[in-house]
């Protein structure tokens, strides 16, 4: 991809400026252009895996994904289309709606037809992309097409209106549709209805501090900036209604005030959720929030936020040879790639452009760049609404995320674990191992480990979040067993506490911390510790780079032993994975299990290298005395905090649960002199923050 030179006087964190953006655009749509079929109606890109729709239905997607894009660049410059991309666009929308198809895949003369638009199906995701572009451009493209187009057109679209949607983020697609038919003068009534309906639905998820479950109890993820804030925000600016911007637009702020955390140094949003291949759609809320006014963020942060998440993917390998967005999070990645999901399915990162309707005298393209939030200084933030700690440390730029609230889990019944929810931490350097218990603490047997099925909150504060699950064993729930979980975080420190009630003694546990992917890691194991390091790994270091991750795990209480486990499947980050585990076993039917860990990337202020390891540096690691590669990747490690276990008098639990448990307090002193001190007992969590003195 040839973009512009960097600006390094504007933007001194990304060297991106209004011009690589626009760049970027260029080269993206230029790259789908080859695999346009008749009538540019249709756009299938090549992939030997196609949607669970079918290729005509993915066909359907490339067009409007890509058309979306396409309005954001031509509205960007006030309707300037030099590459005629609004011409292709207007013939595919005649020759797409002429005689919208039943059929799933291509057949022979039949090469251009749009899918109907069904209930629940993938044809109404795309409609909203079709509407939001044409309304974007409506001087350019709608007010010039032929009657007849625009009268097929517009029944196309308002087949929207009379389906019945997913119960999800789906219900904004039918308001986007019907934001542009109100606006049009087509079905009227009915698009206003939609449009109620879209706002209803998501008023009854919303679960306050600017974050919203999608459909399910406790779905948290990046639905809420590139779905919930950004469509009903869009269609709120582009009516000018200004009592949906007041409303939804509180939201947004509230929602961007907490998201900005969650950006690493190096760009990388946060890896957690599905859709992940949307990569930096994770923009659009950013954007959003500039664009209306309703954020708390400055031009200069807004833009170096978003040019370090477009930058960290297309410096990556997100764009093959040929210039197609692949599917997967740096380069193809097929885990990642959801079973709805087609060729054509990343440009809904499309919406990470959003930032080209401000126009390039606006200061969010000229005031200079400010630091991100996780670059400024260390920071935790509790996210009461999904139940989550944000943990970023300056030094390096990580930001890890403890889940205590968010779990994917249908209403009516419990689901296998999904990792990119369930695990208890995600960060924006790592992903979940497929095959080790990476950030999960569990009942093992017979080499299988309990997963968390439902998790229900119990609270966040000041450095802390917790919560509660009954753990699941082969589909099926532990009889009377519940685990309590508080993750205690100060600095890079994590402290992990976990109440096991009910098990029986001799209960085999597991703990797994950080998974470093790469193409080598090294480690140690001194006892009940696991120290590990990336020599040549993926996740902090830029491409070409020297330096990686490290993480260290060291179990305080309940744990016999420690090991770093290794598989060769990998994960988004890089070809291989290892995990440090740390196993221990119930002594009775309470028992309390904690452990001290810690993920570092190379400190930023050092440079790719890092300092030499000292005399106490090589007592700790074994491994770098012999080994002059890892010297340059591996720094100290700062003592953890001092932790002191008391129990409390035992409690009878009833019912179900029917058991004798042990409460426990635990203190916490951290290098700084601050204090934590939590009590537990199974199911409830009690946490007093001291700061220092």
């Known amino acids: 991809m040839q973009l512009p030179p960097e600006d390094r006087a504007l933007s001194p964190y990304t060297g991106w400026t209004r011009s690589h953006w626009e760049s970027a655009a260029d080269a993206l749509l230029t790259a789908v252009q080859p695999y346009a079929g008749p009538g540019h109606a249709l756009i299938n890109l090549p992939n030997a895996r196609p949607s669970w729709s079918g290729n005509r239905s993915d066909g359907l997607e490339g067009y409007a994904r890509t058309f979306l894009l396409a309005a954001l660049r031509v509205a960007g410059a006030g309707g300037a289309d030099p590459g005629n991309l609004l011409e292709r666009y207007a013939a595919g929308l005649d020759a797409g709606t002429r005689a919208p198809s039943e059929e799933r895949d291509l057949a022979d003369g039949d090469l251009s037809s749009w899918c109907r638009i069904t209930d629940r199906g993938q044809a109404m995701v795309e409609s909203a992309s079709i509407a939001a572009a044409l309304r974007l451009t409506r001087p350019w493209l709608w007010d010039r097409l032929d009657d007849g187009v625009r009268e097929r057109a517009g029944a196309w679209l308002a087949q929207a209106l009379h389906r019945a949607p997913n119960d999800n983020n789906w219900w904004l697609f039918p308001l986007t549709v019907g934001g542009f038919l109100a606006e049009a003068g087509i079905e009227t009534t009915a698009a206003r209805a939609a449009v109620e309906r879209g706002l209803a639905k998501i008023d009854q998820w919303y679960r306050g501090d600017g974050w919203y479950t999608d459909g399910r109890p406790h779905a948290f993820d990046h639905y809420n900036g590139w779905a919930m804030h950004f ?178 889990q249908p209403a009516d019944e419990v689901a296998p674990d999904n990792p990119l929810y369930a695990r208890l931490a995600h960060s924006t350097a790592t992903g979940p191992a497929r095959e080790l218990p990476d950030n999960h603490f569990g009942l093992e047997d017979g080499g299988e480990y309990s997963e968390r099925g439902r998790i229900t909150p119990l609270g966040t504060g000041p450095g802390w979040a917790a919560s509660t699950h009954r753990p699941r064993l082969r589909g099926q729930e532990v009889p009377g067993v519940r685990v309590t979980s508080l993750t205690l975080a100060h600095g890079a420190d994590e402290l992990r506490i976990h109440l096991l009630s009910g098990a029986t003694p001799g209960t085999r546990i597991v703990h797994g911390g950080w998974a470093l992917a790469g193409r080598r890691v090294e480690g140690t194991v001194l006892g009940t510790a696991v120290s590990a390091w990336t020599v040549e790994g993926a996740g902090m270091e830029s491409p070409g780079a020297e330096g990686g991750l490290r993480t260290e795990a060291r179990g305080l209480r309940g744990f016999t032993s420690a090991d770093l486990e290794h598989s060769a499947r990998g994960n988004a980050f890089g070809p291989a994975v290892s995990v440090p585990v740390l196993r221990g076993s119930a002594e009775a039917q309470s028992a309390l299990f904690a452990c001290a860990l810690r993920l570092m990337g190379p400190s930023r202020a050092l440079g790719t290298g890092g300092p030499e390891v000292g005399a106490e540096e090589r007592a700790t690691h074994p491994v770098a005395a012999t080994d002059p590669g890892v010297s340059r990747v591996v720094e100290a490690l700062a003592p953890f905090p001092d932790v002191e276990f008391e129990p409390s008098a035992p409690e009878a639990r009833q019912g179900q649960d029917s058991s004798v448990t042990q409460g426990w307090t635990v203190s916490v002193r951290w290098p700084d002199g601050s204090r934590h001190r939590a009590r537990l007992s199974s199911g409830a969590v009690d946490v007093e923050a001291v700061p220092a003195d």
């Open 231 to 408: 469509y009903p925000m869009l269609h709120a600016h582009l009516a000018g209604d200004t009592a949906l911007l007041a409303r939804y637009g509180d939201r947004l702020a509230a929602h961007l005030d907490g998201y900005a955390l969650t950006f690493g140094a190096d760009g990388a949003p946060m890896h957690q959720g599905r859709s992940l291949i949307y990569r930096f759609a994770a923009a659009a809320p950013l954007w959003t929030g500039a664009l209306t006014g309703r954020t708390p963020l400055s031009p200069g942060t807004t833009r170096r936020l978003a040019s370090g998440a477009l930058r960290y993917f297309l410096d990556r390998g997100a764009t093959d040879p040929e210039g197609l967005l692949t599917l997967g999070w740096h380069g193809p990645y097929p885990p990642l790639v959801q079973t709805y999901s087609g060729p054509a399915s990343p440009y809904w990162s499309a919406s990470g452009f959003l930032g080209l309707l401000l126009p390039p005298e606006h200061p969010v393209w000229t005031d200079r760049e400010e630091p991100a939030p996780a670059e400024r200084t260390d920071a935790l933030r509790e996210l009461a609404g999904p139940g989550w700690l944000v943990q970023a440390t300056a030094a390096d730029g990580v930001v890890r995320l403890h889940n205590h609230g968010s779990d994917d």
